[in-house]
Each structure stands twice: as structure tokens, then as C-alpha cells.
């Protein structure tokens, strides 16, 4: 193997020479170009007879030296010449990076862009819900446009595929609850209550929220991220020149798997948590099943029921709605579709929350305590 | 590793499959030293597969591949690392990293292989080679979504470039050109492996390409490559797809071009 690039200095009347040695090549540089640089200006020439092997990186350093230094290149073998001649043609000013601004007018910038953002994501949110309810207006008027297939199949995706890890989920949050509110009651000596607290609010509130969060999570970032590949691949685009309309074939088969699934999912949630807040009480409080699914039937009142299925559709098209719109709005490139996926997600869990705290007051307001 | 060995990349008896459909059946295949080697068969007769084998993003059923005399394996080894670094490659959906600028895009191989470079250095790198794959300087702090497809090969043609490689795989990079753009991508092929000594495997389409700058031509077909060789020597062939490729209207047209320009020259 050749050896690495170095060069000596010799003085002549002319001036210094330099002569350069070893393999100008990438892989033979190591710290040649630094020590090159800190060659200082008047040198005569450049002796490259000597080098082992010469690429276009080793031409661009001989080239920018004798530009910088003024000195002659002697001794350019054919290839180095070629080479040289290469690079100097290709010679050209140009930036890598897009300008940066100075960092004050930057910040300012950004406080803008953030703000105009924001106000457009809500503009374009009522949008887009606009547009959906044009696409099920005009469905409902040809219902044949309605896509069964793609339909069920999400069906499956949203909600059977989630049948899992949501019944686990809700039967270890049930257990947790009755475990909870059995030390606390038990200081009252109050424990039996304890059926009251687990079916009482995994009916009224956490079956149909842990659901959502779980289906925003699970389903809501898969359809922004879907529909951001596909806007970036232009299949998007495609789609609309064939005349398919992108919200009747993609968005309204995600908005009614997550409004039908909401509700199916938060019920079977809300009866596995059940089942294991009673396993609990059965276990550590010698409350047999018998007792506690009577007692479940005298202290849940229906409304409960209601209180919770009613959200759930709510939630399913806010899920789906933030969702496909994040999707949507991906642009140009691949990082796009990380930040909109998490967006989704978050917007979806936030507006779920601040939705639910509403139902919460709506409910106790026209009497469903 | 002997970069000037007679034979750039040997390969023998590759056999590759997905699933029971059956891509390549004993491909032999020689690349010469310095030369453009042009390859062609239908559409999915497996030249990109076969591209992606060499390289080792496709690991065949059977078969040795060689390059510079090196026998490629699986391993990290520095002798394969050493190897990977010798070849530039372009794909033909171009392949640009889409969060990087152009001139970025060119120093991701410089960065990863030589870390040592100074941050000037690397610019001044990207630079030089942005101009040379024949972009406009302002396209340097361009993302590839702003780019046009001629832009993006050339994009991608600068990044092929980036490690001064000596084997250069470039697919389909006349694709979706005008005539002009493609004649002067071709151009800049031709140059850049006379000046660079790069050895070419060139998959195309383009009857005027392979005309224009090959100095042989593979034909994949049947599962195999049924022949290699100049243009002339392909056209004494009898095998069919040969001869309706090279003889159909587009064929000959291609043909006809290169003779008036050879008269012209002459
Ligand atoms: N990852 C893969 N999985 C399954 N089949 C594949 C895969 N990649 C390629 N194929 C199949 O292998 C065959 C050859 O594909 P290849 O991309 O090599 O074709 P090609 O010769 O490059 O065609 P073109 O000229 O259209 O680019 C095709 O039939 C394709 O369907
Ligand atoms: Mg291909």
C-alpha cells in the first residue's frame, strides 16, 4: 500500500518549493489539507511529480492551494492534469445550505410563521370537516359511491386488530382502580364501596377515554401517516386526476371505522375493566361474582351507559378528523410525516380531553349524575 | 484488492428468486476495467435485481461475485468496507435523502467514511462536485422535493460521485430526460469515465445511450445474460429479443442517427 500524503519544503533562489508525496487520494489525506493550509502565502511552486496517485479531492487541495499561494504546479502527471482541469472547470460558488437569517429577524419570523400556522391549521381543520360533510352529503345522495370494501377492512384495522392490547389495557386499569380504591375506602371501613367506584367510572368516563387514547395512538397516527405517504409519493395526486375524490375514497372509510368502533371498543372496554376490578374484589375482598354483579346492577344507573357510548362516536371522528388532516398536510419530505404523525396524536388527545371535560359538565347539568 | 486488475467485476452463476418466481438462472457476467458497460433487457427481466446483488443489498440464492478481485461476503470486514467504498451508485428512483440539501446529499458518503475532513473541506467538496455532475450552482441548497427529474439523477449522479469511486452502477439515469438533457447526461458519462478512469455498468433503455457511449452491451434475458458485446457483434446474433430490440423502428432509428453522425464526423 501506498503511503499517506505529505509534502517537504526546499528554499530556492526562486522561492519555496513545495513537494508533495504519498497518495493524494480520500482515503490517503488524514490531516494533509490542515497542514497544508497552514502553509504560508508566497510560495513559489508546487512539485507534484513525486505523488503516489492523485483523485478529483487531491486535485481540488492542489488546485486551491496554488490559488490561494500563487504558486506554479510543476510536474502534473497526464491523469493529474485531467484531473486538475476537471475541478477548476467545476470551479463555482455554491451554498450548501439555504441562507440562515440573523437569529433576531429569526426569532421574530418564527413567532409569525408559528402564528399564521396556527391560525391556518384551524382554518384548514374547518375545512377539511367542511369537505367531509360535502363527501357524505354527496354519498348519502349516491350511496353506490359509499367503498364497503375499503370500509370493512378498516373495520378490522381500527378495531378488531385493537381488541388486544385495549383488553389488556382495561383489565389491568381495572384491577388498578379496585386495588386503589380499596386501601383508600378500607380506612372507612367502606371497602364494599369499592364496586360502586370501579363501575361507576370505567362506565362513565375512563373505559371511553383509555380507548380513545389507545385509538388515537394506535389508529389516528396510522392514517396520518398513511395518508402522508401516499401525499408524498403523489399518489394523492393521482388519484384526484382519475377523478377519485382523495376525502370519499380515503377519509370518509377512517372517520366512519373510527365513529362505529369508538362505541364498540369503549363498551368492551368498559366490560373488561369491570371484569377486572371484580376479579380483584373477589380475590382480596372475598366478594363473591354473584354479589358483585348484583350490586353493579343497583349503583349503575343507565345514564352511565349513555354518558359513555354518546362520547365515544365524538371522539372516534375527532381521532380520525385530526388524523387524516395532519396526513394531509405533509409536504416535500420524509420528516414531514414524523412531525404530522405526532401531531395527530397530540391534537387528537388534547381535543379529546378538553371535549370530555365539556360532556363532563354537560352531563351533570341536565341531571346525569 | 488490485484496482487495476483486467476484470472490474466478475459474476458467476448468480441465481436469485422471490418466491417461486424464478429472477435469474446462472447469470455470468465480466466487466472490463474502464469500460461503460451497457445493460439491457425487458422490463422486469431483473437488471435492477441484478444491480442490487452486485452491490450486496440482495443476497442471490447461488453464485460468486467478485469486484476488483475481491470476492464480496457478508461480513464487515475492512477489506469489504474498503470495497464499498470504491463504487458510486445511482438509483433509478433516485434515492436522495429528502431532509438534506443537494450538496448535503454528496457529503453524507464523505462524512461517513472520512470523518476526519474538515467542515470547509467537505463544502468546497460538494461544491466542485455539484458543478460537475452538471447542476446549476444555486441548486446546492435545494431540497430534491424543489428539484426537476433531470435535477434529482443529476442529484444523484453527484452523490454517486461524492467518494471519487472507480466503479460507477447508474440505473436508467437517462429516464424521463428530453432528448437534449439525455444527450448531454450522456455526454457527461462518457467524459467523467475518461477522466476519472471510472468503470461503468450502465442499465438502460436508451437505444441513443447505448449507441452514443458503451463500449459493450449485456442482454438479459431468458434468465440469463444470452450475450455480451459490441453492438455490431450483438446484431450478428440470431437470438430474438435481440434482434427485434436492435432491429424494431426504434432500433434501427437510433441506428440510422448514429451512422449520419459518423458520416457527418467523417
Ligand atoms: N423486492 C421484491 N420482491 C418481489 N419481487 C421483486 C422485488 N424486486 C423485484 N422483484 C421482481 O423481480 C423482477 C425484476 O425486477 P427488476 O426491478 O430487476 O426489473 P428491471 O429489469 O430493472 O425492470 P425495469 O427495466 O422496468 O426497471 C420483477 O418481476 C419484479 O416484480
Ligand atoms: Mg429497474
Not at chain 1, 13 to 25: K, N, Q, S
Amino acid at each position: 500500500m501506498a503511503s499517506m500524503a505529505d509534502f517537504t519544503e526546499t528554499q530556492a533562489e526562486a522561492g519555496r518549493t513545495l513537494r508533495v508525496t504519498g497518495r493524494m487520494t480520500l482515503s490517503g489525506l488524514a490531516d494533509f489539507p490542515q497542514r497544508l493550509d497552514a502553509v504560508e502565502a508566497p510560495v513559489a511552486a508546487i512539485d507534484i511529480s513525486a505523488l503516489d496517485r492523485i483523485d478529483t479531492v487531491g486535485a481540488w487541495i492542489v488546485h486551491r492551494f496554488a490559488a490561494r499561494t500563487g504558486a506554479k504546479i510543476l510536474g502534473a502527471s497526464d491523469e493529474a492534469a485531467r484531473l486538475m482541469s476537471l475541478v477548476s472547470r467545476s470551479e463555482e460558488s455554491v451554498r450548501v445550505r439555504p441562507e440562515a437569517p440573523n437569529p433576531v429577524v429569526r426569532v421574530v419570523t418564527e413567532i409569525g410563521d408559528a402564528t399564521v400556522v396556527a391560525l391556518r391549521t384551524l382554518a384548514g381543520l374547518v375545512a377539511f370537516f367542511g369537505a367531509i360533510l360535502v363527501a357524505t352529503w354527496d354519498i348519502m345522495r349516491h350511496p353506490r359511491r359509499l367503498r364497503i370494501n375499503a370500509i370493512v377492512h378498516r373495520f378490522e384495522l381500527v378495531g378488531v386488530k385493537a381488541l388486544g392490547i385495549i383488553g389488556l389495557m382495561s383489565f389491568l386499569i381495572g384491577i388498578v382502580i379496585a386495588q386503589q380504591g380499596a386501601v383508600q375506602l378500607q380506612q372507612f371501613g367502606a371497602e364494599a364501596l369499592t364496586v360502586n367506584l370501579v363501575g361507576r367510572i370505567t362506565t362513565r368516563e375512563l373505559g371511553v377515554l383509555m380507548t380513545a387514547i389507545m385509538v388515537a395512538g394506535r389508529s389516528g397516527s396510522a392514517f396520518a401517516a398513511q395518508l402522508g405517504t401516499m401525499k408524498l409519493t403523489e399518489e394523492i395526486d393521482a388519484m384526484r386526476t382519475i377523478g377519485v375524490s382523495p376525502i370519499e375514497a380515503l377519509v370518509i372509510p377512517r372517520m366512519l371505522a373510527a365513529i362505529v368502533m369508538m362505541p364498540l371498543l369503549g363498551f368492551y372496554a368498559t366490560v373488561v375493566s369491570i371484569f377486572g376490578g371484580g376479579l380483584f374484589c373477589w380475590v382480596s375482598l372475598d366478594l363473591p361474582p354473584i354479589t358483585f354483579v348484583q350490586r353493579l346492577q343497583e349503583v349503575i344507573p343507565i345514564t352511565d351507559l349513555w354518558v359513555g357510548l354518546l362520547k365515544a362516536p365524538v371522539f372516534g371522528a375527532i381521532i380520525a378528523l385530526s388524523g387524516c388532516f395532519q396526513g394531509m398536510q405533509v409536504e416535500s419530505n420524509a420528516e414531514q410525516i414524523g412531525l404530522r404523525t405526532t401531531s395527530a396524536v397530540v391534537q387528537a388527545i388534547f381535543l379529546v380531553i378538553v371535549l370530555d371535560a365539556f360532556f363532563a359538565v354537560f352531563f351533570s347539568q341536565i341531571g346525569w349524575i | 484488492m488490485d484496482l487495476n486488475a483486467p476484470i472490474a467485476i466478475r459474476v458467476r452463476g448468480i441465481c436469485n428468486s422471490f418466491g417461486d418466481q424464478v429472477i435469474h438462472d446462472g447469470v455470468d457476467l465480466d466487466v472490463r476495467n474502464g469500460e461503460i458497460l451497457g445493460v439491457v433487457g425487458g422490463s422486469g427481466t431483473g437488471k435492477s435485481v441484478l444491480m442490487r446483488t452486485i452491490i450486496g443489498l440482495q443476497r442471490p440464492i447461488a453464485g460468486e461475485i467478485e469486484i476488483f478481485g475481491e470476492p464480496m461476503t457478508e461480513e464487515d470486514s475492512d477489506a469489504q468496507l474498503d470495497l464499498r467504498r470504491r463504487w458510486g451508485v445511482m438509483f433509478q428512483g433516485g434515492a436522495l435523502f429528502s431532509t438534506l440539501t443537494v450538496a448535503e446529499n454528496v457529503q453524507v458518503p464523505l462524512r461517513e467514511f472520512y470523518p476526519g475532513l474538515t467542515p470547509q473541506l467537505l463544502d468546497e467538496i460538494a461544491a466542485y462536485k455539484v458543478v460537475m455532475a452538471g447542476l446549476p450552482a444555486n441548486a446546492g441548497p435545494k431540497y430534491p422535493s424543489e428539484l426537476s427529474g433531470g435535477m434529482k439523477k443529476r442529484a444523484g449522479l453527484a452523490r454517486a460521485l461524492a467518494l471519487d469511486p472507480r466503479l460507477l452502477f447508474l440505473d436508467e439515469p437517462t429516464a424521463g430526460l428530453d432528448p437534449i438533457s439525455a444527450a448531454a447526461f450522456d455526454e457527461l458519462t462518457m467524459s467523467l469515465s475518461k477522466t476519472l478512469g471510472l468503470t461503468v455498468f450502465l442499465i438502460t433503455h436508451d437505444l441513443d445511450t447505448l449507441y452514443a457511449i458503451c463500449d459493450r452491451v449485456a442482454v438479459l434475458a431468458d434468465h440469463k445474460v444470452v450475450a455480451v458485446g459490441t453492438i455490431p457483434e450483438l446484431l450478428a446474433t440470431d437470438h430474438p429479443w435481440i434482434q427485434s430490440y436492435f432491429n424494431g423502428p426504434r432500433g434501427r432509428a437510433a441506428q440510422t442517427a448514429v451512422d449520419r453522425h459518423m458520416a457527418k464526423g467523417a
